[in-house]
């Protein structure tokens, strides 16, 4: 079991300027959320996938962040035109939904600055 | 909307001592997560808590749930330095969101 993987695990870039990020889940897993979480806060809720299924992004930040998971398994998160305000650790998790719960497994985050 | 609160938001506990940390959240759910998180890392799961009453026990952390009082406890017993980290109750929403308290941030001191 690899774990969650991210890609890149920090990001620098200019304002205005679209930054991507990748999430590798659990293989096995069916469910994918993507968070953001700023110094001293908990994790923020974005968006979550079920397989290739996006069933909840009204919480995604504004229009210029959108998600996919094609094929149900690796998912991208996009950033456009990014702000200052966007720098924070966005974190991927997964988890397969069941009996136990919905315990999520998380990456190790990607961390993004825009200067 | 839900809302999760934490309290203490900073815990500062001598070794050998007990302590407990409290998660409220304002609407009805009776699926409630522990996290921890060190610094710089991302989040490990400690317990899952899936029903009114469940208790959970590893090592000398507890998780309660009392989905009546909307309310689940972290107790720590006899803490060593080793515990020292964040940790996060999240609450599941009625739209399989994750919302997650503030944290409580724990030092422990010789």
Redesign the interface.
């Known amino acids: 079991d690899t774990g969650v993987s991210q890609d890149p695990r920090h990001k620098i870039t200019k304002r205005g300027q679209n930054v991507t990020f990748r999430c590798d889940p659990i293989s096995e897993h069916n ?1 994918l ?1 993507w968070y953001r979480q700023t110094l ?6 974005l968006t ?1 996938f079920q397989n290739e299924a996006q ?2 992004k009204s ?1 995604l930040l504004s229009d210029r962040f959108s998600a996919e998971r094609p094929k149900g398994s690796f998912s991208t998160l996009e950033i456009q035109r990014t702000e200052q305000g966007d720098s924070a650790m966005y ?1 991927c ?1 997964s988890s397969l939904l069941g009996l ?10 990607t961390r993004l600055t825009v200067l | 909307e839900l809302k ?1 609160e934490q309290n203490p938001l900073f815990l500062s506990m001598q070794e050998g001592k007990n302590y407990t940390i409290y998660c409220n959240y304002s609407t009805t759910s009776d ?1 409630l ?1 522990w ?1 921890r998180q060190d610094p710089g ?5 400690l317990f ?1 808590l ?1 029903s009114n009453g469940a208790v959970k026990q590893e090592g000398r952390l507890m998780a309660s749930l009392d989905t009546k009082a909307r309310l689940s406890t972290l107790h720590i017993t006899a803490a060593v330095h080793d515990l020292s980290a964040t940790y ?1 109750c ?1 609450v ?1 929403g009625n ?9 409580t941030r724990l030092t422990v001191k010789p």
């Open positions: 469910r959320y001293g806060q908990g994790p923020e809720f979550y069933l909840e919480r974190l998790a136990a719960g919905n315990e999520q497994f998380f990456g190790p985050g | 999760v699926r997560y996290y890392k991302s989040l490990e799961s899952v899936l996060f999240a599941e739209n399989n969101d994750m919302r997650f308290g503030a944290g």
